[in-house]
């Protein structure tokens, strides 16, 4: 199978495909730097000082005409990429020593061994196709280019849930597996490989206990054949006792003992165990209100702090729910001082408009980062939002997502508009009036995607399963936990310590803040508390006055960005693309704002102060 790829986002100024003979970080950096100076700074001389270390660090230092990047592997690569970004933006180039926050800044990709990609919205597996390994290696190598240009370094290739024959991996497909990694090693991009905990049981043991001998060592053995065939591995992801998944607690065994038996099989070849804790119980009845499914990861994984192995990290998604368009900080993050942990976001827009609505999300990452304070978390990780569609991403803007998520991992201080403006300037050549009109548009994406979906931090109102479009019913009385509790009278979930508890999870100023409806931001209210429709917001408003005002607001905020959408002076692929994929956000705005709005005055029987017509 072959394709081309003609345009890359933000690397226009790379043309050529990388030959697939290099095998150096610093070989694909001269290729890189000879074909793009010439068009980016023909009065410049560049000069490359590989230091014989592995290191992600770069230093680049001007002596006159010559630009000289001193730095190990694969650090040289990003310092060349750092260099030719930055010129083609009319940037000042980094100064000084430049290191990234987060050590691990990885991507998970969710691509299925069929082809298929759990919640993919952009075409079908970059890696696979039929039950096996099919993919381009010239469009592998293309994909290895724009990772190393954002300084992305791990990638995970299959999806968290794994099913037959994706279990392969790690067995009979140990050779093709091998040679991606080959492709990737000199773009600095290690793979992992998510694993079924039930695999031993396929080999004739009657059993997945961990404290099991004859687990133990047919993990052990696995792990050994595993790093004979890609020494570099960075390790394996598990998605265990989760949404049906095999995991530990089926023998009676915590997290901690599930996680650490594969933690000792890997650690002498210095891998990786990245153990996501999105553990909850999916199979909750919608009448029990003691229950609070935000609760769920704090209780499963706090207690255990300390006593995992060293080389284990524990995977947090960046709320307590699941990638909403709103969530606090999950509180767990600051519960596990001493183990290493991981935040994840998602850049597959599940439930954030799947690649058809805009929605940019460095503003929100920034708010995550600065919730968190001065944290210990030491590695990042995102679901991928690529597949095979030409462009990698669906909706051309949404590349804007995946190179953003690169900076913020390599700098999680950078401001999101400087994130936003790099992407744009880099991927189209425009007048600055037209830059800056795409810069606001997608940064004010989220809040107007916000205001006409999720109603002051409710979130689940999507249409159950595919999760795209409104619903506000469609999870109330199902097993998932995910209410938002709507009567006649008041709506949101009091989570206090009155309430759920869930906020007693905090550190005191989380307490603090989101403790009485009046400090709790507005963009959370609902989360924190249960209001009833009269509440008087700090600006005046009624909360269902807020709740209309809202919607009615973010779908004029989506037709005004459709009137900026058209008068921009995009390529005509992209133009054409972010047209007909505006035409679907206008339908999907519409719809939102008249259910949503239509269901809270079904229930609450309060006019619209402005007279306008709730459908
Ligand atoms: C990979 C959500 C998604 C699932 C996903 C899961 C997870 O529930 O809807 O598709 O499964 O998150 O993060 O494991």
Redesign the pocket.
């Known amino acids: 199978m072959t394709t081309t790829t003609k345009r890359l986002s933000w690397l226009p100024f790379l043309t050529e495909d990388i030959p697939a003979e290099y095998t150096s970080s610093a070989q694909i950096a001269r290729f890189e730097l000879n074909q793009a100076m010439n068009k980016l700074a023909a009065d410049k001389k560049v000069e490359l000082n590989v230091l014989p270390v592995q290191s992600d660090d770069y230093t680049i230092e001007q002596q006159g005409d010559t630009l000289c990047i001193t730095a190990g592997e694969p650090g040289i690569l990003y310092g060349a990429y750092a260099l030719m970004m930055n010129l083609a933006a009319g940037r000042p180039l980094p100064e000084g020593s430049q290191q990234p926050r987060y050590a691990l800044r990885m991507l998970n990709c969710?691509d299925n061994a069929d082809g298929s990609i759990?919640?993919g919205y952009s075409g079908r597996s970059l890696f696979f196709e039929g039950g096996k390994f099919d993919y381009d290696p010239k469009r592998m190598r293309q994909l290895g280019r724009l990772l190393a240009s954002v300084g992305l370094n791990v990638m995970c290739i299959n999806?968290?849930?794994v099913r037959y024959p994706a279990d392969q991996l790690i067995e009979s497909w140990l050779p093709e597996l091998a040679e991606l990694a080959a492709i990737y090693r000199p773009f600095g991009v290690k793979l992992m490989v998510s694993i079924d905990y039930s695999a031993p049981m396929r080999h004739g043991i009657p059993t997945a206990d961990p404290l099991d001998e004859q687990v133990q060592a047919w993990w052990k053995q696995q792990a050994a054949k595993v790093y004979e065939a890609v020494p570099d591995l960075a390790g394996f992801l598990v998605?265990a006792d989760?949404?049906h998944r095999p995991g530990p607690f089926t023998y009676g065994r915590n997290h901690a003992e599930g996680a650490n038996m594969l933690a000792r099989a890997l650690k002498p070849f210095g891998g990786k165990l990245v153990w996501?804790c999105?553990v909850y119980n999916c199979q909750q009845d919608w009448r029990d209100r003691k229950t609070d499914r935000p609760m769920a990861a704090y209780e499963h994984y706090a207690y255990l702090d300390g006593q995992f192995e060293d080389n284990v990290i524990l995977q947090v998604k960046n709320g307590p729910f699941?990638f909403q368009v709103r969530e606090p900080v999950s509180p767990l993050l600051f519960a596990m001082p001493k183990t290493d942990l991981a935040i994840e976001f998602q850049l597959a827009q599940?439930y954030t408009g799947q690649q058809i609505d805009i929605f940019t999300m460095a503003p929100m990452w920034k708010e995550v980062y600065d919730d968190m304070g001065a944290d210990k978390v030491m590695s990042i990780a995102a679901v991928t939002n690529f597949g095979r569609d030409e462009n990698y991403t669906g909706h051309p803007f949404a590349a804007a997502n995946l190179f953003g998520y690169g900076l913020f991992a390599w700098n999680p201080e950078l401001p999101p508009e400087a994130i936003v403006r790099m992407w744009v300037c880099l991927t189209y050549a425009m007048d600055q009036l037209s830059q800056d009109a795409l810069v606001d548009l997608l940064m004010g994406s989220r809040r107007t995607y916000e205001k006409y979906t999720a109603p002051l931090g409710l979130g689940w109102m999507v249409s159950p399963n595919h999760?795209y479009g409104p619903s506000p019913s469609g999870y109330e009385y199902q097993a998932w936990g995910t209410y938002h509790k709507a009567s006649r009278d008041a709506v949101g979930i009091d989570r206090t310590a009155s309430g759920t508890g869930y906020l007693m999870q905090y550190p005191e100023r989380f307490q603090q803040l989101y403790g009485t409806p009046e400090s709790c931001p507005d963009v959370l209210k609902l989360f924190f508390h249960r209001l009833r429709y009269d509440y008087v917001m700090a600006d005046g408003r009624t909360l269902i006055q807020r709740i209309y005002d809202d919607h009615f607001e973010g779908l004029e905020e989506t037709r005004a960005m459709a009137e900026t959408l058209k008068a921009l002076p995009l390529p005509e692929a992209d133009k054409a693309e972010a047209l007909e994929r505006m035409e679907r956000q206008l339908v999907n705005a519409r719809e939102w704002c008249d259910i949503i709005n239509n269901f809270f005055y079904g229930y609450s029987g309060v006019e619209d102060a402005h007279g306008r017509k709730i459908y």
């Open positions: 969710w759990e919640r999806n968290v849930n998605k989760s949404e996501r999105f699941d599940e999760h």
